[in-house]
């Protein structure tokens, strides 16, 4: 079709013609990057935990008041525990994954680095591995014999008695092929603290750290420690059962912890699946709001395109008349407004393009986010060209159908 | 003449009524989006002490050594205070009120038996904090400088948490067990929680804590309680008196420029002759004095997910506004007709231009009216959300006036140029070809 009588109608029309292309690209530019940052949330969201999510529950408790026989209790709490018919195994954990704070400490591979390589959670508590779930890659679990209590590592730390800290730890295949890319991680040394080493001894396949704010890059560098915890702040029990039973085992054990010992309180408790569900719910309402306004602009632009292919039906309806007298067909009529629609969004979506860009760059300035890959860019450009022609269609059918006959009217 | 143009205008809005909603809804959509999200960030951005926050600054030290490294991801380190910089700064007293405080949760117990105990949130601090930050008493007062160095075993409770414990407002004189402690209540208090919680470590959820009880600092590490926030240390030493553990707050009162220019010098000599003493590693520049509207903007950013929301909702109203500019200026222009009779009439340009402007206005009215409204919703939907600033979403009133004035601006500037261009039509010309 020659496009070239379509330019000089529009060009008669310049202003509206600009102002509707000038939409078109800021829609398309928003569309563009909105969509990026609703793929970013989604990553996000579905980001790999590394642990049995859908075979756990967990139970965090307080003491009322101080109490001298914490361990005993303990002992006490996770023989009951695992006695529950369906529990596979239970353990008292310093912190869960998708906690919103976390424990974490800086790793290196040489005491004398200044800047360490990276910075990584820090699990402890007995039977961890077997009881999140968490699949070993190489390497060995931690052994029982090389536990030791919380309250002995600060004593041997203030009395600095290092030779007597178990000197072995897990870490996560991610860390590993960061602090030693392309090479064995096993019997490899991370330093802690003052230059405190400990060997690797079992490198996990994944394990997720716990913190909102440590969601970025370092999402999988965590380790475990032979380390058994005590009763405090932020400890919690975790549960391994069958999928099916955990909401029958997370009443059961509460009625047991109860039976223990009615003296404490329960401040948390739930399933890991409600846990993670908890964990994301701001990132699901952001995109809940993200999709929100990609549709309402789309749905906006398209009424504008409506309104004004509507209009200029309306006003072109004579010279529609005298065009279907000469010869034109239906379908020619239908192209021409089809076609028109086209060129506009087109030049919209081009000047959109450059706009996307522009707000991505603004973006990746002020709320450090990576940039925008290429595919996003025809994404937009489709839905805006779609969008074009669904628009256009009702009021191009309008104009198809106008007769012939109206050319012969005054208006 | 401005009820003809009302007359005017609302029968060409209803020649074309498909039209007419369609640009309602453009600017009323628009507009709820952008009031939502502006009335969230303008509840978020308040000033919590309105008639004190000019009197209270926060001085600001950096003990950290010269090759600390900050973590990306962990809390600034310097942003608060070690124990001993902290019990300087309150000692001096340089300023006209100072106070250190840390952040704390308690086990409280109903008095009476069988009843489940609960975890309250309260402050440890110094006693100029209520006067500072003008918390007004119920009954009883704050404890005195002796009782906070004698570590005595006192607590200020709020009315809430006095309700909840004693049944009664007025408690002063009966103990309180809090923790496994014994503690004379002093002093009840109004209720406070000042929209953020500005003096708090940063880690609070400062829209929604409150504190219920306030008890002396000094007492609170004599019976070892657990402090919240963050505690950053740089050498391993973990106790709450190491030099190289930060985790206490200092906020100052001061009610001059001169006493504000006075309390900077004072701060630069003390981190000045920290150095001396080989205590800090850093230079006595590193030592500041905010405000607090100064200190909220750097400690207590707003959400980055509300500005980028703030950006969309308005980027969206400049979609509808282009929406709008591109519908009226098809439809002025296309009323070539009539303006032109009109002008041929005697009517001026002005006259034309100012009957189309009100047509605007009229659609600019209704689109506010309609923003109005899901502005509404959008706020309820706001409070829904699961974030601890939700509760405060709602609109005063010169929000609402702004929604008003924001829509028949933006509706009254999308007419602008239409109007403009449809007054300069050339009436002959018009004429001639109808």
Redesign the interface.
């Known amino acids: 079709m020659d496009i070239r009588p379509i330019l000089i109608t529009l060009r008669r029309?310049k202003?509206?013609c600009c102002?509707?292309v000038?939409?078109i690209a800021?829609?398309c530019a928003?569309v563009c990057n909105?969509i990026f940052?609703i793929g970013q949330r989604l990553d996000r969201m579905h980001v790999v935990s590394g642990i049995a999510e859908q075979e756990l529950v967990y139970v965090e408790l307080?003491d009322?008041?101080?109490r001298t026989d914490g361990d005993a209790r303990i002992a006490a709490d996770l023989a009951g525990l695992q006695s529950i018919p369906g529990v596979k195994a239970a353990a008292l954990l310093n912190q869960l994954p998708f906690n919103l704070?976390s424990d974490?400490f800086?790793v290196r591979t040489d005491p004398a680095q200044?800047?360490?390589p990276l910075?990584a959670a820090q699990y402890m508590g007995e039977n961890l591995v077997k009881t999140l779930g968490v699949r070993l890659e190489e390497g060995r679990d931690l052994r029982p014999e090389e536990y030791i209590d919380l309250s002995a590592v600060n004593t041997l730390?203030s009395q600095k008695q290092y030779d007597k800290l178990p000197a072995v730890v897990l870490i996560t295949r991610a860390m590993a092929d960061r602090l030693w890319p392309g090479q064995e991680a096993l019997g490899k040394q991370i330093y802690v603290?003052?230059g405190l080493p400990f060997t690797v001894v079992g490198v996990m396949a994944n394990l997720i750290r716990p913190g909102m704010?440590?969601m970025?890059p370092g999402v999988q560098y965590s380790t475990v420690w032979p380390i058994r915890m005590p009763m405090l702040?932020g400890t919690a029990y975790a549960i391994r059962c069958a999928a099916q039973d955990c909401d029958q085992v997370l009443k059961t054990a509460l009625v047991k912890l109860k039976k223990l010992d009615p003296n404490r309180?329960v401040l948390e408790k739930d399933t890991m699946e409600q846990h993670r569900s908890?964990f994301f719910?701001?990132d699901r309402?952001?995109t809940g709001?993200?999709v929100a306004?990609c549709i309402?602009?789309l749905v906006?632009?398209s009424?504008?395109i409506?309104?004004?292919a509507?209009?200029?039906v309306s006003?072109r309806n004579r010279s529609i008349g005298v065009r279907r007298a000469l010869g034109a067909t239906r379908g020619n009529i239908l192209r021409y407004f089809q076609t028109e629609n086209f060129l506009l969004t087109t030049m919209g979506i081009a000047l959109g393009m450059v706009l996307a860009y522009g707000i991505n760059l603004f973006?990746i300035v002020?709320?450090e986010l990576p940039r925008m890959p290429v595919t996003y860019f025809p994404v937009g450009a489709l839905i805006l060209w779609a969008i074009g022609q669904a628009a256009v269609l009702g009021p191009a059918l309008r104009a198809a159908a106008v007769p012939p006959v109206v050319a012969t009217r005054t208006? | 003449m401005f009820g003809y143009y009302l007359d005017l205008a609302w029968r060409s809005l209803r020649r074309t009524p498909v039209m007419t909603a369609l640009m309602v809804l453009a600017i009323g959509l628009g507009i709820g989006a952008s009031m939502t999200m502006l009335t969230v960030l303008h509840v978020m951005s308040d000033d919590p002490l309105p008639d004190r926050s000019a009197h209270l600054f926060v001085p600001h030290l950096d003990p950290r050594p010269a090759n600390f490294t900050q973590n990306l991801y962990a809390p600034d380190a310097s942003a608060n205070f070690t124990y001993p910089d902290a019990m300087a700064l309150v000692s001096s007293r340089q300023a006209v009120r100072q106070a250190a405080m840390a952040g704390g949760t308690l086990l409280a117990r109903r008095s009476g038996t069988g009843h489940t105990p609960f975890y309250a949130d309260g402050r440890f601090t110094t006693p100029d904090f209520f006067a500072m930050f003008d918390l007004s008493f119920l009954s009883g007062s704050a404890w005195s400088q002796a009782d906070e160095d004698a570590r005595a075993r006192v607590v200020v409770l709020s009315e809430s948490l006095s309700r909840e414990v004693f049944g009664t407002a007025d408690s002063v004189g009966r103990i309180a067990h809090l923790n496994d402690a014994d503690l004379r209540v002093v002093g009840v208090t109004r209720d406070w929680q000042p929209n953020p919680m500005f003096y708090a470590d940063a880690d609070a959820k400062e829209f929604s804590d409150a504190d219920r009880f306030f008890l002396p600092l000094s007492t609170s590490l004599d019976l070892k309680f657990n402090t919240n926030g963050n505690q950053s240390s740089w050498a391993g030493s973990i106790e709450h008196n190491s030099p190289t553990l930060t985790w206490l707050q200092v906020w100052v009162q001061l009610d001059t420029a001169s006493e504000v220019t006075a309390y900077r010098r004072y701060l630069a000599d003390y981190a000045g002759q920290q150095k001396k003493l080989g205590r800090y590693e850093r230079s006595a520049d590193s030592a500041h004095l905010y405000s607090l509207m100064e200190w909220l903007a750097i400690e207590r950013k707003v959400p980055s997910d509300i500005h980028l929301q703030v950006w969309l909702a308005l980027a969206f109203l400049a979609v509808c506004i282009t929406n709008i500019v591109a519908l009226l200026l098809a439809k002025f222009l296309r009323r070539g007709g009539e303006i032109s009779v009109r002008r041929a009439m005697g009517a001026r340009r002005r006259d034309i231009f100012i009957q189309l402007a009100t047509e605007s206005a009229v659609i600019g009215f209704a689109g506010g009216v309609l923003g109005l409204i899901l502005a509404q919703l959008g706020l309820w939907s706001v409070r829904h959300r699961p974030d601890d600033y939700a509760h405060l979403a709602s609109m005063d009133g010169p929000m609402l006036a702004f929604t008003f004035a924001l829509a028949l601006g933006a509706s009254l500037l999308a007419g602008l140029l239409p109007a403009w261009r449809a007054c300069r039509i050339t009436p002959a010309l018009q004429l001639k070809t109808q």
Do not use: C, E, K, P
């Open positions: 029309h202003f509206t102002l509707l000038l939409q800021f829609t928003i909105t940052l307080a009322i008041g101080t704070g974490n800086d200044r800047i360490a910075n730390l603290g003052q704010d440590r970025g702040s309180i908890d719910q701001n309402a952001m709001i993200l306004v309402a602009l906006v632009t009424l504008g409506v309104g004004l509507s209009f200029w006003q973006l002020h709320y208006v």
